[in-house]
Nanobody, 125 residues
Framework: QVQLVESGGGSVQAGGSLRLSCVST???????MGWFRQAPGKEREGVAA????????YYSDSVKVRFTISLDNAKNTLYLEMNNLKPEDTAMYYC???????????????????WGQGTQVTVSS
């Protein structure tokens, strides 16, 4: 059973930074991993994804330039570095993983079978 465990969330003021981590408790060969977020009353949104084979990264327009996704395979850990945070970034953040090649659908939540429990990020103005 694959388990993903997120950490690093918290409360910051606008303009601040946070780094989220997601550890896989099993050494598993994933094809894609991603970060998603969900604010109250909104649908889950893909914000960043990484191809675990060639390390290509992908971002939603809302976080491009401000967020950086990275993967340390030796530590089984996925990161999301978030800079210049805005109040609209407030949400529960989830990491997700897929053992299937996703093509261009890397930010679509329905394509990821493995999920962490989430970590809350709150940005105040």
């Amino acid at each position: 059973q694959v388990q993903l465990v997120e950490s690093g969330g918290g409360s910051v003021q606008a303009g601040g930074s946070l780094r989220l981590s997601c550890v896989s408790t099993r050494r598993t060969s994933f094809n894609f991993m991603g970060w998603f977020r969900q604010a109250p009353g909104k649908e889950r949104e893909g914000v960043a994804a990484i191809n675990c084979v060639n390390y290509n990264t992908y971002y939603s327009d809302s976080v491009k330039v401000r967020f950086t996704i990275s993967l340390d395979n030796a530590k089984n850990t996925l990161y999301l570095e978030m800079n210049n945070l805005k109040p609209e970034d407030t949400a529960m953040y989830y990491c997700a993983a897929s053992q299937v090649y996703l093509g261009a659908a890397y930010l679509s939540a329905q394509n990821y079978p493995y999920w962490g429990q989430g970590t809350q990020v709150t940005v105040s103005s």
